[in-house]
């Protein structure tokens, strides 16, 4: 599911989807490229003022394999059904296959996020796996587009 933000932030757009993941009790991968940024969002949530905390841990702790949800540079290490990406980070067809869902979550804004999110959903979509598009532009989100798995 790629989510092409346009209005919300990452974070708002995490603070929703990963509930429902959670509700399904799937286990999450939030795979990033900036350790800094990846600390950052930690500390964010562990200080939300609101009802909306999420089970969390940073990668390269004692618990990595227990965490609900896994804030990591790497490979998936604590049995995650769902792998959310952010800042540009990757995963591969074999990978996704083998997951109950992918989030890609990418800034519309910056040109760069733009076309990785491009090749993404290029390599994913050619190697058979089934992805849908989702923008907020209208101020909501709309599904725009969808590719069925072959």
């Known amino acids: ?10 974070e708002e ?7 429902r993941a959670l509700s399904q ?8 490229t900036d350790k800094a940024a990846l600390a950052t969002l930690d500390t964010a949530l562990w200080t939300q003022a609101d009802d909306s905390f999420l089970p969390h841990g940073l990668a390269g702790g004692p618990h990595d394999a227990a965490q609900p949800i896994l804030l990591g540079q790497g490979a998936i290490t604590n049995a995650a059904q769902g792998l959310m990406l ?4 990757e995963t591969t067809p074999v990978e996704a296959a ?12 910056d040109e ?3 076309a990785g999110a491009r090749r993404l959903w290029t390599t994913l979509t050619s190697a058979g796996l089934a ?5 907020e532009e209208s101020g909501r989100w709309e599904k725009k587009t969808e590719k069925a798995a072959r």
């Open 25 to 32: 009790g799937w286990r999450v991968m939030l795979r990033g």
């Open 131 to 135: 992805a849908q598009y989702w923008s």
């Open 86 to 89: 952010v800042d540009g980070a």
């Open 13 to 19: 757009t995490m603070a929703t989807l990963l509930p």
């Open 112 to 114: 760069a996020a733009l």
């Open 1 to 10: 599911m790629f989510y092409h933000l346009t209005r919300s932030t990452p």
């Open 98 to 109: 083998a997951l109950q869902r992918v989030w890609v979550l990418f800034d519309g804004a």
